[in-house]
């Protein structure tokens, strides 16, 4: 048998260019010999549709995409679609050959937790699936369906010899490993082949990272997809015997390496998906723009990224000369321009309010929304996509401007702590080609430079004591006095807990980002702003 | 048998606060010789909880919380609360007396849709509760269990006589009749006795309307507590007999009264239970501004309303003319603050960037992101809350200026469309005291004033065209196909999804706002941003 694992990167309500993904997929893998090719969950509509699962035209959409892609079905084909029956919405596998739909498989598990929201919108399927292919009996199944190991065990006990499974399954640091493993004991724990499609690509804060694999029954990894890539991956086995071979074995993609392909694919997918070719960004000198920068000249090459330099009052004088030396190295265009006029002017116009009173936020956030106003500024007139650079740590404490150094349509270090910034810079410098950060910037110490003298270290915990701390408050629910326990300082902890519950309301009005963590703020992580509870 | 409704206003998170709201209730409804009170669904916690749920120490002190109100006790109360029974969590309901728990039942329906998320939280109960007292069987059940007919039939078949509800039933246009009407279908057709208890206040984008209803079997409604108010209703009844007897019968209340209330409710909670006393927000002269204004009067307290007017060059001489009366008329603080200086120093900062280049959206956005600037200056200086004026139809097609306009903790009239902006002055203009919005406001035509002569009418369709086809498309999901065989010129259709699309990704950054439709901007409406389907 050979199977072909076509892990294709569609785009959330592109019916028509999904369907056109599908059909070349399954096509060059006919070319190839398959006798069976699986595409992902949901690969017709996008994942996740959200409520566009709710209008009724999507679904007849949706359902002809299906009929146009069974009919050029030589060989048998897995396509992850939306079935209706009477009025209820079922996430579906069609098996596909003979150029019809041949069957339909309906999920049973639909997760309701973390990001997902299946049950707002799918009914549950009540049956194991079974299909017959060459004489062996094959078991479809849906994402969730292969987490729960009572489905694999069913399929097995009802003499299925392959376990088939199409995903859409988003990535967060570490879980391509943790899935795979998985894989790996659901094949050997029923003695059966696996052959696994997963999705990739970014769409909004997800990102799929493919590495479909196919496993034999004794837990070999015969065959693996690339991460963060759309690939076809063929293997060739017989149900039943032990051994299996494909020339398709991508290496295993972890650690730093594995946040940053997924950071590249997210923010390059979100600008490309939404139309945009270019992005703009404001360089201050600090780790957190740098990286930003690096990681949009790989996403999307260095000439579509437009540095901005805006100096105060504050700068340091090093912030300039160490934005033009990472302009230099990243090979993007780059200018300065000053929020000092505007700076005045408003101070000047809001002198006979401030009157009488001392300086304190209110002049600080002024600096940083003429910087985000300048940006978007450009943003408008030459149609680039505004990139906001804060990192997890600052915006969990909201040690961030609303409208100021939030500003943008996108921001890729949304889910990186500070000190993985720091790790994902050190990785970047030592790719082929050398460095690109320059030292000065990994070395100074962290800054707003928005008052004289300014350090992140006067106001807040040393970072590697913050992210630990938020580790545990926000990524795991852990309670004040279980982290005090842990041995953090108890005023520390107070005082992390208090900023980072009061600044919920900045964060929702904060563009999306790339979710590298078991818990992003977004649809990860859903807290009332209106909220008294202390922790 | 006397029953007491007792719609409180919790604030989520508040357990100690929410606490002490149950117990003084319960007490003065003892001190009224009450022999039942019902208290509103999750009244402990706050209704909804959200994510608060996923901490194992917040249903720990949810419990603790349970077992203070319980201890006091003396007559029969039911009190909503978070059950927990092995690691699964239930939306329950306490049926207390003797100072303890007598019993606890689980909500049985849970949910998942337009604003609910009960099962990403919540175990569905699998039982009916009965409870007996005075000889009498009851049947207390939980908010969604009364709207399924199944549940109230299955109590009158096990030989109940009083139906029970506590309930959380969030706000829309016309939500408390269609409520009531079925609660007096429910109480007739079972022939049963039916006591009801809603939640009161607002809660980030929700209101709850209290109108809590006792009503007799022959549907005849005995009591009815008040709208958006918290509010002890008390009344007499005997199960199996037909006649009861009140004197809390609080008046319908409905149309525009109706939507007035739930904004200011939603905006005086909203500003409060967040410690805010004060708001600031800009006048520019328009109806959206004034109506705005009018409703943080009625919230908060004249005082406690800061405008702020900020002409620019293409600002019409009538906006500070009229927005002055307005303020007369309102009793508000005015100030002028002027956009030209800073809006002059962006344009020569950007003069280099800029050069050779038609003006266009760019500098009309820059006028609007320094208003935007000075609001929130104002914000930062003195603590008070920026309100931002943006209605639900210029929101929709994204009418409005991200971090300028939209610049705001709370926008009162989000989910307001432009021809209820109209309907909503013109009630506040009738009611006691006289008029408070200026005629010259009421009948000039909308204008942004961000260039000469500009006229909303020039790139929109008139507003009840547009409204009209922003309900078939927002609120019902209706195809543009559908759409256009209503009547609705087809290029008009096109352009107002297409606009509504492309909006999102400002939508997702603007603040929250008060839920007065059936579908608002907000956890109604999940639509991805990347998002290639055309309508």
Known sequence: MRVALAQINPTVGDIQGNTMLALRAIARAGEQGAGLTLLPELCLTGYPPE?????????????????????????????????????????????????????????????????????RYFTPGEMLGLTELGGSMLAPTICEDIWVPDHAREAAEAGAQVLLNISASPFHAGKGAER??????????????????????????????GRSVVISPSGEVVARGA?????????????????????????????????????????????????????????????????????????????????????????????????????????IEVRELSVEPAFEALLATLWPSFEGREPDVAEENLQARVRGTLLMALSNKFGWLTLATGNKSELSVGYSTLYGDMVGGFAPLKDVFKTRVYELAAWRNEQPGGPVIPQAIIEKAPSAELRPDQRDADSLPPYPVLDAILRHYVEKDDSRDDIVKMGFPAAIVDRVIHLTETAEYKRRQGPMGVKITPKAFGKDRRMPVTNRYGG
Not at 57 to 67: G, P, Q, Y
Not at 74 to 87: C, E, K, P, Q, T
């Open 227 to 331: 991460a963060f890539a759309e690939d076809l991956v063929i293997a060739d086995f017989t149900p039943g015997a032990k051994l299996g071979a494909s020339a398709d074995l991508a290496p295993v993609v972890d650690g730093a390496e594995e946040m940053y392909g997924a950071l590249v694919s997210g923010l390059g997918d979100y600008v490309r998906k939404n139309g945009f070719s270019d992005v703009v960004l404001g360089l201050s000198g600090g780790i957190d723009s740098a990286l930003t920068a690096a990681l949009a000249v790989d996403a999307l090459g260095a000439a579509n990224v437009h540095g901005v330099m805006m100096p105060s009052r504050y700068s340091s004088a090093g912030s300039i000369d160490d934005s033009v030396a990472l302009a230099e190295a990243l090979g």
């Open 180 to 209: 795979e493993a998985m894989l790996v004991e659901r094949a050997r724990d029923n003695n059966m082949w696996l052959a696994y499609c997963n999705l990739v690509g970014g769409q909004d804060e997800l990102v799929f990272d």
């Open 51 to 119: 409520d566009l699962l709710l209008k009724e035209h999507f679904i007849e959409d949706n359902l002809m995409a299906l009929e146009q892609v069974a009919a050029a079905c030589g060989h048998i084909a897995l396509v992850g679609f939306v079935d209706r029956v009477d009025d209820r919405i079922y996430n579906a596998v069609a098996v596909c050959g003979n150029n019809r739909v041949l069957q339909i498989h309906h999920k049973r598990e639909l997760p309701n937790y973390g990001v997902f929201d299946e049950r």
